[in-house]
């Protein structure tokens, strides 16, 4: 059974910072590239995030440009999503998913994690 389960999610203060992680099993996912999404209240899921197999490309939102920072940890099969200078409008429930291509759409995304509420107060 394939599992991503995310975790570090929480309340934070605007301006601050929280570090999210996402733990893979039950799969190889040698070859996948691992995404980050989120799903403000109210609204659509969106991409925020996502690098390669080997680490060596990434993409980001223009929204969390300079603020968020995406890496993983293949030993490990974990990929972590780095916020910082956090505001408002990041809070949402945020995904962490699999893919086999090199994309930012989520249709092409195959497995997807239960996802970790971030709360961003004033």
């Known amino acids: 059974q394939v599992q991503l389960v995310e975790s570090g999610g929480g309340l934070v203060q605007a301006g601050g910072s929280l570090r999210l992680s996402c733990a893979a099993s039950?799969?190889?996912?040698?070859?996948?590239?691992l995404g980050w999404f989120r799903q403000a209240p109210g609204r659509e899921r969106r991409f925020v995030a996502r690098v390669t197999w080997s680490g060596g490309v990434t993409d980001y939102a223009d929204s969390v440009k300079g603020r968020f920072t995406i890496s993983r940890d293949n030993a490990n099969n974990t990929v972590y999503l780095q916020m910082n200078s956090l505001k408002l409008e990041d809070t949402a429930v945020y995904y962490c998913?699999?893919?086999?291509?090199?994309?930012?759409?989520?249709?092409?995304?195959?497995?997807w994690g239960q996802g970790t509420q971030v709360t961003v107060s004033s």
């Open positions: 998913a699999a893919t086999r291509y090199s994309t930012m759409s989520q249709k092409l995304y195959d497995y």
């Open positions: 039950g799969h190889t996912f040698s070859g996948y590239a």
